[in-house]
């Protein structure tokens, strides 16, 4: 069953904690993205990664960090310095971009951060 | 700086109506478009994408099209019911220098759309 998992499904964190959210994909895909969801608002790019070993930041990348060791992991990390960490965080996942190919985006079911 | 406009923010409708959602884009140098579902608590379904070449890509009752010279796009949904309801999003992938593209989509804020019996 190919798709892309998600865990925790929701995550309470104290105020000056790191927590690591997990995003695993079976799709063979080689780019792996973070997004962050608020209320009312559109999904903001964290981070992403086009290959193993290598990511980029997207528009709000301070206050995270983001690893790629394995094709099938992209796990987040929010550190103490993100301001206002509570939030819906997406995992999604893509062919490389590049001609030829659509690189249509699939995301995983989402994790509700709240600081408490 | 790409920016996405999605219009109306709420929509509430009967049952069978036809209805179209609306997407603008302010810079034309897109690689592709793409609609997406979510719904409360949920993540995102892709729906319809849309390469820059083409003008639309039609799935069942949905109708996606695509103006790139006006930096416009339109949700067609024929014959809404129910279990439509949910928050539409379009989202917009960014072509590099290259011609390709780094995979980064800049969203819209979404529509949120509700089909009452």
């Known amino acids: 069953d190919g798709g892309i998992t998600q865990s925790p499904k929701y995550l309470f964190r104290k105020e000056g904690q790191n927590v690591t959210l997990s995003c695993e994909q079976n799709?063979?895909?080689?780019?792996m993205y973070w997004y962050r969801q608020d209320p009312g608002q559109g999904l903001r790019l964290i981070y992403y990664?086009?290959?193993?070993?290598?990511?980029q930041k997207g528009d709000i990348a301070e206050g995270y960090s983001v690893s790629r060791e394995k094709k099938e992991s992209f796990p987040l990390t929010v550190t103490s310095a993100q301001k206002n960490p509570t939030a819906f965080y997406l995992c999604?996942?893509?062919?490389?971009?590049?001609?030829?190919?659509?690189?249509?985006?699939?995301f995983g079911p989402g994790t509700r951060l709240t600081v408490l | 700086k790409q920016e996405v406009t999605q219009i109306p923010a709420a929509l509430s409708v009967p049952e069978g109506e036809n209805l179209v959602l609306n997407c603008s884009f302010t810079?034309?140098?897109?690689?592709?478009l793409q609609w997406f579902r979510q719904d409360p608590g949920k993540g995102l379904t892709s729906l319809l994408l849309?390469?820059?070449?083409?003008r639309e890509q039609t799935s069942g009752r949905l109708n996606a099209s695509l103006d790139k010279s006006s930096g416009r796009s339109t949700l067609y949904i024929a014959a809404s019911q129910p279990g439509d309801s949910a928050t539409y999003l379009c989202?917009?992938?960014?072509?590099?220098?290259?011609?390709?593209?780094?995979?980064?989509?800049?969203f819209g804020q979404g529509t949120i759309l509700t089909v009452h019996p």
């Open positions: 999604a996942s893509s062919i490389l971009p590049s001609g030829g190919f659509d690189n249509e985006q699939f």
């Open positions: 810079d034309s140098a897109i690689y592709n």
């Open positions: 799709l063979n895909h080689d780019a």
């Open positions: 990664s086009q290959i193993v070993n290598d990511f």
């Open positions: 849309i390469q820059s070449s083409q």
């Open positions: 989202a917009v992938l960014l072509i590099n220098a290259g011609g390709t593209s780094y995979g980064k989509l800049t």
